[in-house]
């Protein structure tokens, strides 16, 4: 006889964003199609440091250029995030092709260059995802307002418990959020980025501090794809029982 899955409801979807250049700006979506590489359009792009081309972690991101996510990515055919044209809006308030050699030269003088990637740039996994306890409680630990955007996830659940850190429960298990089903892999692992404020730049390193001490160097959680789907914000968020 065939296993019938159950249920159980664990949260809400009240925050999805994608980031169309890595460490750029994201775009706060209500609705997202998940293909087998992520959300579309999610970190197609990515700035590659000429110095680092042939370093196991090349990339251009907010530990060289704090500022890089003040510029702000967008698809001139919103419906078709993963063939559309990408442009960029700089702080200044400029437009650019995100192929625009010009743009490279602003963000590293010393040198750069932009690459797509199909399947997506990042650094671990291409789905991830924190819920609003745990940000409520590190900021309870650290005596700070943080921002969401710090962990720069793509989903934020508000968890129908009280309880901070529960995605870590969620590891090796199945989530369904709307049509799509994703794996809850592995924890998140930060880094300095999360020590920059989104908005003033400033950085504030006893937040890095805190999650090594406090939380074995790990916030919220990472995934992938079993099933792609469509997702929007306020859908349940499911956790499968066998």
Same mark, same amino acid.
Request: hydrophobic share 35%.
């Given at each position: 006889?065939? &296993? ?9 979807l009240v925050g999805l964003w994608?980031? %169309? ?18 959300? =579309?359009?999610?970190?197609?792009? +990515? ?7 042939? =370093? ?10 704090? !500022?890089? &996510?003040?510029? @702000? %990515? ?5 419906? !078709? ?19 625009? %050699? ?10 750069? @260059?932009?690459? @797509?990637? &199909? ?11 924190? #819920?609003?306890? #745990? ?14 955007q710090r962990f720069r996830p ?5 968890? $129908? #418990? ?5 995605? &870590?429960?969620?590891?090796?298990? /199945?989530?369904?959020?709307? =049509?799509?089903?994703?794996? /809850? ?8 980025? /999360? #020590? *920059?404020?989104?908005?003033? !730049?400033?950085?504030?390193?006893? /937040?890095?501090?805190?999650? +090594? ?19 929007? *914000? $306020?859908? %349940?968020?499911?956790?499968? *029982?066998?």
């Amino acid at each position: 006889m065939m &296993n019938t899955v159950q249920l159980r409801k664990v949260g809400r979807l009240v925050g999805l964003w994608r980031y %169309p250049v890595k460490s750029m700006g994201p775009e706060n979506l209500q609705q997202a199609d998940a293909s087998w590489f992520g959300l =579309s359009g999610d970190r197609r792009w +990515a700035f590659v440091r000429d110095e680092a081309v042939s =370093s196991d972690f090349p990339w251009l991101t907010l530990r060289e250029r704090a !500022n890089m &996510n003040h510029y @702000r %990515p967008f698809f001139v055919d919103a419906e !078709n995030p993963d063939k559309s044209a990408t442009r960029v809006q700089t702080p200044q308030g400029h437009e650019l092709d995100v192929t625009d %050699p010009n743009l490279a030269a602003e963000l590293y003088p010393r040198g750069a @260059r932009v690459i @797509r990637q &199909n399947r997506g740039c990042f650094d671990c996994f291409p789905l991830s995802l924190i #819920t609003s306890q #745990t940000l409520r409680q590190l900021s309870l630990e650290t005596g700070l307002e943080l921002d969401v955007q710090r962990f720069r996830p793509n989903f934020l659940v508000d968890a $129908q #418990t009280d309880q901070p850190f529960v995605e &870590n429960a969620w590891l090796g298990k /199945i989530l369904r959020i709307g =049509s799509m089903r994703f794996r /809850i892999d592995k924890r998140d692992g930060r880094c300095v980025v /999360i #020590t *920059i404020d989104p908005i003033t !730049n400033q950085k504030e390193p006893n /937040i890095l501090r805190q999650v +090594a001490q406090k939380h074995e160097g790990c916030l919220g959680v990472y995934g992938s794809v079993v099933e792609p789907g469509k997702l929007e *914000i $306020q859908d %349940p968020v499911y956790l499968e *029982i066998d």
